[in-house]
């Protein structure tokens, strides 16, 4: 067991991943719903204060009339719902049952896809992809490159690719660290008692990765999470390439001007026509 837990608790390469299902697993994903829907927090979403406020930035943007946006990990659909309110045509994706199904019943507007958006197939079909959360930068590098791919091709000639990152700011000044806890049941990660050990390892301006390895009676899972830091330079020297042009940088996604001391920034890209 020592030798096991050694392993587990070994630091992790650069962009290593775990093969323990995270966003999938049933019992976290209603953990992850619960997270959504907490108005207060900026956890699984943002505050919904603060959705509130980026929809309506984002809607003010100039898009063409009846236009059709994917919102790409939509979650329970708080952004969605919000956009197909304004008028706009939208589809929401998630790989999340638990979170699409909530969607499903709470807007009968939009419509919703149970899919992975690392092996959508969408063709021209959208003047508008959202990414929202810094959720673009929980992917490594070779699925940040499939996924640009993926929603150049998605996207009308022209069309607009929003999201947010994480800066190296962000995690300036934390510390490596690591913990325990015991928990008697439903906890976060399981409806079992069980031991979790965490740990938080940083990789300079590149990354930071959260480890955590849950114990209970039958089994040991490690999961490795991971935020990717860009500054402005990095981000578009990664997505230029794709064929797409850069139509502003911003410090969130409520439009907010970006300054050298944001810890987060939003890019809008633009599609060659």
């Known amino acids: 067991m020592y030798q096991l837990l050694q392993g587990y608790l070994k630091r992790p390469a650069l962009y290593e991943r775990t093969d323990a299902a995270f966003w999938t697993d049933p019992y976290i994903a209603s953990q992850m719903l619960k997270a959504h829907l907490n108005p207060d927090m900026d956890a699984a ?10 929809v309506e930035w984002m809607a ?5 009339k009846n236009t059709r946006l994917l919102d ?4 329970p659909g708080l952004y969605t719902k919000q956009f197909s309110g304004r008028g706009f045509h939208v589809t929401g994706l998630d790989f999340s049952e638990c979170s699409v199904k909530y969607a499903v019943e709470h807007d009968s507007v939009s419509e919703y896809i149970l899919g992975d958006y ?25 699925e940040r490159r499939n996924l640009l791919s993926r929603v150049h091709h998605a996207l009308k000639p022209g069309g607009l690719f929003l999201f947010d990152v994480l800066t190296p700011l962000w995690s300036k000044g934390r510390q490596e660290s690591g913990s325990w806890e015991l928990t008697a049941g439903n906890g976060f990660w399981s409806a079992k008692p069980y031991i979790c050990m965490n740990a938080c390892y940083g990789y300079g301006q590149a990354a930071e990765c959260r480890r955590h390895v849950i114990m209970d009676e039958n089994e040991v899972r490690c999961y490795n999470i991971w935020d990717c830091f860009f500054t402005v330079q990095s981000l578009l020297n990664e ?11 911003f410090g969130d996604i409520t439009g907010k001007p970006y300054t050298d001391d944001s810890q987060r920034l939003c890019v809008i890209l633009r599609k060659s026509r």
């Open 60 to 64: 003010s943007l100039p898009l063409p």
């Open 118 to 142: 690392l092996t959508m197939a969408f063709i021209e079909a959208y003047d508008m992809v959202t990414f929202i959360m810094c959720d673009y930068g929980a992917l490594i590098p070779d």
């Open 45 to 54: 979403s943002y505050r919904h204060a603060f959705i509130d406020e980026a």
């Open 72 to 75: 790409i990990g939509c979650g």
């Open 239 to 249: 997505v230029i390439p794709f064929g797409f042009s850069n139509e502003g940088v």
